[in-house]
């Protein structure tokens, strides 16, 4: 199981390397572009990619739980792993799971929209409609199940969206896909508001959980040490120390990883709304969108960073 | 405010510490068996909704910080230790009577 969840973080690191990658050169190459989407479509693609960060930081939380599980069978030769030896947090726990599931359908949202504004034909209209009304259903139902309370997007909402996107046209009519983007942006704004801010108030308070998780397995290769090192050379020694030293910098770094991903989820609130003054005035690019576009790619960096040290921990 | 999780937090980190500190291997197994079911119940505060309000949370909080001044005092001074793990274990049978799992805590 932990070997296939390292070839999965790896994966997923390097897809949003590539992704990251991507959103720069697009960002660049958007802002010297004339079509007033295309900042639409950078900004989508920097939430897609934030929203992938805020996921990455509740599989964080399931993984360390059980990497500290399997510490503490490790550390006791009188235990055995047993099933619950690799059950993580988010697989025990339904509330948890149905928040990374609410995550995913901001992520898809956001890049459904982007892609809307973007399509070059009707196929492909339909298609990004498609995954938009998929994911914005998906919220509403999720949330819904979670809380108990409306997200804020109702049966009326779609039919509205569905329309405008029909509007467009066969042939793709710029001022018809503006309106599209508009109602989209402007309908879907409470329900991406009440996520963000679910998840913005929610995720930091598991920056201590992970940080114990953390800090248990440092013990236990401190402990693992003080046993053995009578034992070793200088050199074992040495690369010994310098592997609870990794560990010991990444306990020291989750606070702030968890502190940026509770940001992360509410900055896609904040650079949403922005998006929403933007359109409401019938603006599909301005400075404040452009600068919200550059604080999201720039934030998805230090998220990264940590994420690859972790990997790289293991 | 005062949270369970920000103590149960506490808590464990000063196990760790204790852990640390301790040679004795019956301690040492003891501490193991109640760092582990602190993540239990930390784990359950996490998927409860707790109420704040009730006498129960006070209690536990008291034991819990309890708990916490006891063991960094064991660190000063060794021969605490097994008082340490009692309040420790006072304070995870506090902890318990709210969220209701049930473990089988040390005697």
């Not at chain 1, 959980?209 to 693992?224: A, D, G, P, R, W």
């Not at chain 2, 040492?28 to 109420?51: M, N, S, T």
């Not at chain 2, 949370?57 to 660190?75: C, N, P, R």
């Not at chain 2, 309040?87 to 089988?104: M, T």
Request: include cysteine; hydrophobic fraction near 40%; proline fraction near 2%.
């Amino acid at each position: 199981m932990k070997r296939k969840f390292m070839k999965a973080s790896e994966q997923r690191y390097v897809t949003t390397c590539l992704k990251a990658f991507t959103i720069i050169i697009c960002v660049a190459v958007l802002f010297g572009c004339a079509r007033p989407t295309t900042h639409i479509k950078a900004f989508s693609m920097a939430s897609e990619e934030l929203a992938t960060q805020a996921i990455l930081g509740y599989e964080v939380l399931n993984e360390t739980t059980v990497q500290r599980k399997i510490a503490e069978v490790a550390a006791d030769p009188k235990q055995l792993p047993d099933e619950d030896t690799f059950v993580g947090l988010l697989e025990g726990n339904k509330n948890l799971a149905i928040r990374m599931m609410a995550l995913d359908y901001l992520r898809d949202y956001s890049a459904a929209f982007g892609d809307l504004s973007t399509a070059d034909v009707r196929t492909d209209i339909n298609e990004a409609s498609k995954d938009l009304y998929g994911a914005l259903i998906g919220l509403k139902d999720t949330f819904k199940k979670e809380t108990g309370k409306d997200v804020g997007i109702g049966d009326d909402d779609l039919a509205i969206i569905a329309t405008a996107v029909d509007a467009i046209g066969d042939v793709i009519i710029e001022a018809k896909r503006r309106g599209a983007i508009k109602t989209i942006v402007i309908r879907a704004d409470p329900a991406v508001q009440n996520v963000s801010k679910l998840l913005k108030d929610e995720i930091p308070t598991f920056a201590e959980f992970v940080k114990s998780n953390l800090s248990t397995i440092e013990t236990e290769m401190i402990k693992s040490y003080q046993e053995r090192a009578e034992g070793l050379t200088f050199d074992q020694r040495v690369k010994y120390i310098q592997r609870i030293r990794k560990q010991h910098q990444i306990v020291r770094d989750t606070e702030n990883f968890f502190k940026d991903v509770g940001t992360a989820a509410g900055m896609l609130g904040t650079s949403h709304a922005a998006l929403r003054e933007a359109v409401e005035e019938n603006k599909f690019t301005t400075p404040e969108l452009i600068q919200q576009i550059g604080e999201l790619v720039d934030f998805t960096k230090s998220l990264r960073k940590f994420h690859k040290e972790l990997i790289e921990s293991k | 405010m005062e949270t369970l999780r920000g103590n149960i937090s506490d808590a464990v980190n000063e196990l760790n510490k204790l852990l640390l500190k301790t040679t004795d291997p019956e301690e040492e197994g003891k501490i193991r068996k109640l760092r582990r079911i602190y993540f239990a119940l930390w784990e359950e505060v996490i998927k409860q909704e707790i109420d704040s309000r009730t006498h129960e949370f006070k209690e536990a909080i008291d034991s819990l910080k309890g708990a916490h001044d006891a063991a960094v005092q064991a660190k000063e001074d060794l021969q605490k230790i097994p008082e340490a793990i009692n309040r420790a274990v006072a304070a995870a049978k506090a902890v318990d009577r709210i969220v209701k799992l049930g473990i089988d805590l040390l005697a």
